[in-house]
């Protein structure tokens, strides 16, 4: 065969070949345009997201310590006071009921009883005072052997939290010493009035009553002059800087709550989150509404806030927060975009990226918080998967990235 037979053969076997390849490709359906995402590995947390509100942490309401008439208060709402300083309520008795056995009675019965609270006090402040020291001593330890690597960081995070609690009780009894003391010292000028003779100076029969805290005027019950019986509300007092917030959040996820538990406050007011810790989850539910006219069985959440209050000073007590009760964390974990899954029966699937087309892989997967999941089985790091698959995505079809 001649060298030009040869190649018009061969031109006859090209042509035909080609012409049927471009008709096949002409019939081919067009890549689907996809949104590609990477499988990553990274740190990855689960929360419990719910509103909370902020709460002064110990407040007390001044209450009238016998009859008399109250005389106007100088006070509003925002007045700061100073602890044994500042007067809070000017109380005038009447000579009628300085001479009453009656009253006189209660008066010595009830400045007995806050003697008595006041030694009971002593007694929690001193058991408080060893539960703290023993905590700081066992801290000190756990402090050198983190630095030496050789305490599991989990380990090191409870000691801290037994501290930080017993400081807090610690605090929460001296304020009670305090508060305790202050009773006793208006019982103590009520029964005074009885024991000293009315004729001596008419100042007798006036008594100031001064702030037992330190902090601000949150509410004047009684503004203006009244009569006034024994424990009538006068003005509430508080340190608007001490704050922790409540939290309700649904029984199922109370559960995964657990003292120590971090806490991001976001949406406060002011720039940055801010971090506290939870204190205590309440033993007791109870029944709430949903905005859908669901019935929900909902827990309070109890959460300290760690950062400092000159970081928040804008922050008062009653303000929403949005709070973020981390549940879960870790800082080594391969994820995948929660984008990417769909369920077909009880199993989790993704579209793999396999030559430019589309490749249906079964996943297992560990923790899901709603924006990406931990990958147990299935994927490997830096593999592409496609991100919300449309219907016309299915095994094998090709694709483009968007």
């Known amino acids: 065969m001649t060298k030009g037979k040869l190649t018009r053969r061969i031109l006859w076997l090209i042509v035909p070949a080609i012409i049927i390849g471009l008709l096949i490709y002409g019939f081919l359906p067009d890549p689907v345009d996809v ?69 006189r009675a209660e008066s010595e019965a009830r400045f007995k009883a806050a003697e008595a609270h006041r030694e009971q006090t002593l007694v929690l402040i001193d058991r408080a005072r060893d539960a703290e020291l023993i ?92 009569p006034v019986v024994v424990g009538t509300r006068l003005i509430e007092l508080g340190d608007p800087a001490d704050l922790e917030v409540e939290i309700d959040v649904l029984s199922v996820d109370a559960v995964r709550i657990h003292p120590g538990t971090r806490v991001w406050l976001d949406h406060w007011g002011g720039e940055g989150r801010l971090e506290a810790r939870v204190r205590i989850v309440e033993p007791s539910a109870f029944t709430k509404v949903s905005a ?15 950062t400092p209050p000159a970081e928040r000073n804008t922050l008062g007590d009653g303000y929403r927060v949005e709070a973020n009760i981390v549940i879960w964390q870790s800082e080594d974990v391969l994820k995948v975009p929660a984008g990417a899954l769909f369920r077909s029966g009880n199993e989790w699937f993704v579209y793999v990226v396999r030559q430019s087309r589309a490749a249906l892989q079964n996943v297992q997967l560990g923790h899901l918080n709603g924006i990406e999941a931990e990958v147990l089985k299935g994927l490997s790091e830096d593999d592409e998967v496609i991100l919300h698959p449309s219907d016309r995505v299915g095994q094998g079809i090709r694709i483009m990235a968007r």
């Open 292 to 306: 859908l006219g669901i019935e929900e069985q909902r827990v309070w959440v109890i959460a300290d806030i760690i």
């Open 135 to 226: 905590a700081s001593e066992e801290l000190h330890r756990a402090e050198a052997l983190h630095a030496k690597k050789a305490m599991p960081e989990e380990s090191y995070d409870a000691i801290r939290l037994k501290h930080r609690l017993a400081a807090h009780d610690l605090r929460v009894a001296e304020f009670n010493l305090t508060i305790a003391e202050f009773e006793r010292d208006q019982a103590k000028a009520a029964l005074v009035r009885f024991t000293e003779r009315p004729e001596t100076q008419q100042a007798l029969f006036r008594h100031q009553i001064q702030a037992p805290i330190s902090g601000r005027v949150f509410r004047v019950f009684e503004e203006n002059a009244t």
């Open 35 to 103: 949104e590609l995402a990477t499988v990553v590995r990274g740190p990855m947390t689960m929360t419990v997201d719910e509103d909370g509100r902020t709460r002064v942490r110990e407040r007390y309401i001044v209450s009238s310590p016998f009859a008399g008439r109250l005389l106007r208060t100088p006070l509003h709402s925002g007045d700061s006071v100073l602890a044994n300083e500042t007067v809070v309520a000017t109380i005038e008795a009447s000579e009628t009921t300085l001479l009453d056995d009656r009253v």
